[in-house]
């Protein structure tokens, strides 16, 4: 594997231990998935913030770590609302290895902002080497904004963010890129729809490329739900939608010779049918856009039900006259976490959502049951509909 002078430097230990033990790690990394040399990337996001995630382990190698970051990096989000634990009912055991998780990254360089929607503050731009880890950021910085990464591990991301490198393969690389399978959807998607979309292709994928035509035009929103449902049940490194994403056009020649699947709204997901306790939105974490639809359909309405709604503190600070009106109708805007990385989520045996991700890891990660929905059904669901 080729180093640069600068790069063998730090493998040396000439920059301290801990920057020499996190070179060794990418290097050791590159080796197994053979790449030749180390790309230098822009920015990091780094999963493995909640204490449920990482446990004494993660944080004991967090606190040995003596380094800081010497590129842009930032959090996942942690396993509560760092301002609102209680609120949640997170006991203070949890709350305090929580705190100390978070302090122990804060001592590297890496900023707070606990999200998994990292490109509506800091959107990386096109052709850009960056080390995300979040498999929804990942996705979606691939496919809709045209940067590239890898899905790296939480370890992995953090070495990256402290010596400013990453190896070079797979998304890194431009023909690693291209679709291997054309879907063609047959039915004009919506909302949810394209949740429940990600789930099945990603189910039948595995980690294959695909290209979409569509006879719908998904919003951004759209599109970061189905490549985070894609990511999530099975392990979608990006993808392609035909007039929509910018690396599309390149490969529409290809065409005739990709393998080619037929999907039907008939053919996407049906929930299991319980009776949801609570409705959690914002996985991944809600735009602006989607919090001004929360509100609106809020309006006039009085929350019945639990209704967690999650987004990133920066887009909650960003708006929070739409935030106040939120809750004034009686729901929760939480900042920091989500109901995926979060024990306070098992409190319910069951939660009606919004996403195909969540649908995905509530059952997986956390062993609840989950009811997949339309946002307005989630709304009017947390209002005591039926």
Same mark, same amino acid.
């Given at each position: 594997m080729h180093l640069t002078p600068q790069e063998q430097a730090m493998l040396d230990g000439e920059e301290g231990g801990s920057v020499q033990e996190c070179m060794e790690i990418l290097v050791a990394l590159g080796k197994v998935f053979g790449a030749e040399r180390l790309v230098r990337v822009r920015s990091a996001q780094i999963a493995g913030v909640s204490y449920a995630t990482i446990g004494e382990g993660g944080l004991h190698w967090?606190?040995?770590? $003596?380094?800081?970051?010497?590129?842009?990096?930032?959090?996942?989000?942690?396993?509560?609302?760092?301002?609102?634990?209680?609120? +949640?009912?997170?006991?203070?055991? !949890?709350?305090?290895?929580?705190?100390?998780?978070?302090?122990?990254?804060?001592?590297?360089?890496?900023e707070p902002a606990c999200t998994c929607t990292p490109y509506y503050v800091h959107p990386p731009k096109m052709g850009e080497h960056v080390a995300w880890s979040e498999s929804s950021a990942v996705v979606f910085a691939n496919s809709?904004?045209?940067? @590239?990464t890898n899905r790296e591990g939480g370890p992995s991301a953090l070495c990256a963010a402290i010596t400013g490198r990453t190896p070079c393969y797979g998304m890194h690389l431009e023909h690693e890129r291209a679709p291997r399978v054309h879907v063609v959807v047959e039915d004009v998607l919506k909302g949810h729809e394209y949740g429940a979309l990600g789930l099945l292709m990603g189910e039948r994928l595995g980690s294959t490329i695909p290209l979409f035509t569509m006879r719908s035009v998904p919003?951004?929103? %759209?599109?970061?739900?189905?490549?985070?449902?894609?990511?999530?049940?099975?392990?979608?490194?990006? !993808?392609?939608?035909?007039?929509? #994403? /910018?690396?599309?056009?390149?490969? +529409?020649? &290809?065409?005739?010779?990709?393998?080619?699947? #037929?999907?039907?709204?008939?053919?996407?997901?049906?929930?299991?049918? +319980? %009776?949801?306790?609570?409705?959690?939105?914002?996985? /991944?974490?809600?735009?602006?856009?989607?919090?001004?639809?929360?509100?609106? +359909?809020?309006?006039?309405?009085?929350?019945?039900?639990?209704?967690?709604? !999650? #987004?990133?503190?920066?887009?909650? $600070?960003?708006?929070?006259?739409?935030?106040?009106?939120?809750? @004034?109708?009686?729901?929760?805007?939480?900042? $920091?976490?989500? &109901?995926?990385?979060?024990?306070?989520?098992?409190? !319910?045996?069951?939660?009606?959502?919004?996403?195909?991700?969540?649908?995905?890891?509530?059952?997986?990660?956390?062993?609840?049951?989950?009811?997949?929905?339309? #946002? @307005?059904?989630?709304?009017?669901?947390?209002?005591?509909?039926?």
């Open positions: 967090l606190e040995h770590l $003596d380094a800081k970051v010497r590129i842009p990096a930032w959090m996942n989000p942690a396993g509560m609302d760092i301002k609102r634990w209680r609120d +949640m009912g997170i006991d203070e055991q !949890f709350a305090q290895r929580q705190m100390r998780v978070m302090s122990a990254y804060m001592r590297l360089g890496v809709v904004c045209g940067a @590239r919003t951004r929103d %759209e599109l970061k739900a189905l490549g985070a449902a894609m990511a999530a049940s099975g392990s979608v490194p990006m !993808f392609h939608v035909a007039n929509i #994403t /910018p690396e599309a056009q390149k490969y +529409m020649q &290809m065409l005739p010779e990709l393998e080619r699947i #037929t999907i039907g709204r008939e053919e996407l997901l049906d929930t299991v049918q +319980m %009776e949801p306790e609570a409705v959690a939105l914002g996985c /991944p974490h809600c735009s602006a856009a989607e919090l001004k639809t929360v509100e609106q +359909m809020l309006r006039g309405k009085s929350v019945r039900r639990p209704l967690w709604v !999650f #987004t990133s503190r920066a887009v909650a $600070d960003a708006n929070a006259s739409i935030v106040r009106s939120i809750e @004034r109708a009686g729901a929760k805007v939480l900042c $920091d976490t989500c &109901m995926v990385v979060s024990p306070a989520t098992r409190q !319910f045996s069951c939660v009606m959502v919004n996403s195909g991700k969540a649908y995905r890891y509530l059952r997986t990660l956390q062993g609840i049951q989950a009811v997949l929905a339309s #946002t @307005r059904q989630c709304i009017e669901w947390a209002c005591g509909g039926r």
